[in-house]
T-cell receptor, first 113, second 117 residues
Framework: EAGVAQSPRYKIIEKRQSVAFWCNPI?????LYWYQQILGQGPKLLIQ????????DSQLPKDRFSAERLKGVDSTLKIQPAKLEDSAVYLC???????????FGPGTRLLVL | AQTVTQSQPEMSVQEAETVTLSCTYD???????LFWYKQPPSRQMILVIR??????QNATENRFSVNFQKAAKSFSLKISDSQLGDAAMYFC??????????????FGKGTSLLVTP
C-alpha cells in the first residue's frame, strides 16, 4: 500500500514570494491533516479536512496561508506572501476516518530567505 | 488546551541496552489516546506505539513498551535491546476523543535519542 506522498521535498524562496505544497493521502483515507514543524519543536496542526470539508483551521494564519482539498483526495497548501518565520517542515498526514491513526508523509522542508 | 511535556531534550543509550523516554501531559479529559512517534533524519514520522486511556494494560510492540500512569498523567516509552536504527527524534503526542477538538495530535517538543555502538 502506497504511503502519503508529498512534493516538493525541499523548497527555498525569498520572503514575500509565494509557495505551494502538494499532498496525496493514502488511498481511501477521508481525513487529511497539514502540520507545521518548526526546527526544535513538535508538529503543530494547521488545518484538518474531512473529505473536502474543513474540520479545524483555527491555527491556520489565514492572512497568508490557504489550503484546499477540492475533490476530497489530494490537497494543496499555499503560503502567500511568505515570511522568514514560515521556514519549517510541512507535514501532511492522513487517516481512514476522523479519530483513526494518522500516517505521515515525508514532509516538505521550506527555507525562506 | 492539552499540553505535552518531554523533559529530556537528548538521551543516549548503548546498543543492546534499555532506555526510557519520559512524557507528561496535562488534560481534564478522562478519555483520550497517547502516542509515541519516531522521526528519523529522513523526517518521515512513524508511529511506534499507541495507548488508549481507558485501557489499564500498558501497550507493547516488540521491543517498545509504555508505562502509562493515568493518575500521574505520565506516559513513558521503554526501548529494550536498543539498536542503531532506533536513533531518531521521539515525539509523545496526545489526542482527544472529543469531537470538538477535531482529533488533531498535540505533540511534545521531542527527545533526541542517540544510540552508541
Amino acid at each position: 500500500e502506497a504511503g502519503v506522498a508529498q512534493s516538493p521535498r525541499y523548497k527555498i524562496i525569498e520572503k514575500r514570494q509565494s509557495v505551494a505544497f502538494w499532498c496525496n493521502p493514502i488511498s481511501g483515507h477521508a481525513t487529511l491533516y497539514w502540520y507545521q514543524q518548526i526546527l526544535g519543536q513538535g508538529p503543530k496542526l494547521l488545518i484538518q479536512f474531512q473529505n473536502n470539508g474543513v474540520v479545524d483551521d483555527s491555527q491556520l494564519p489565514k492572512d497568508r496561508f490557504s489550503a484546499e482539498r477540492l475533490k476530497g483526495v489530494d490537497s494543496t497548501l499555499k503560503i502567500q506572501p511568505a515570511k522568514l518565520e514560515d521556514s519549517a517542515v510541512y507535514l501532511c498526514a492522513s487517516s481512514f476516518e476522523v479519530g483513526e491513526t494518522q500516517y505521515f508523509g515525508p514532509g516538505t522542508r521550506l527555507l525562506v530567505l | 488546551a492539552q499540553t505535552v511535556t518531554q523533559s529530556q531534550p537528548e538521551m543516549s543509550v548503548q546498543e543492546a541496552e534499555t532506555v526510557t523516554l519520559s512524557c507528561t501531559y496535562d488534560t481534564s479529559e478522562s478519555d483520550y489516546y497517547l502516542f509515541w512517534y519516531k522521526q528519523p533524519p529522513s523526517r518521515q514520522m512513524i508511529l511506534v506505539i499507541r495507548q488508549e486511556a481507558y485501557k489499564q494494560q500498558n501497550a507493547t510492540e516488540n521491543r517498545f513498551s509504555v508505562n502509562f500512569q493515568k493518575a500521574a498523567k505520565s506516559f513513558s516509552l521503554k526501548i529494550s535491546d536498543s539498536q542503531l536504527g532506533d536513533a531518531a527524534m521521539y515525539f509523545c503526542a496526545y489526542r482527544s476523543t472529543n469531537s470538538n477538538s477535531g482529533y488533531a495530535l498535540n505533540f511534545g517538543k521531542g527527545t533526541s535519542l542517540l544510540v552508541t555502538p
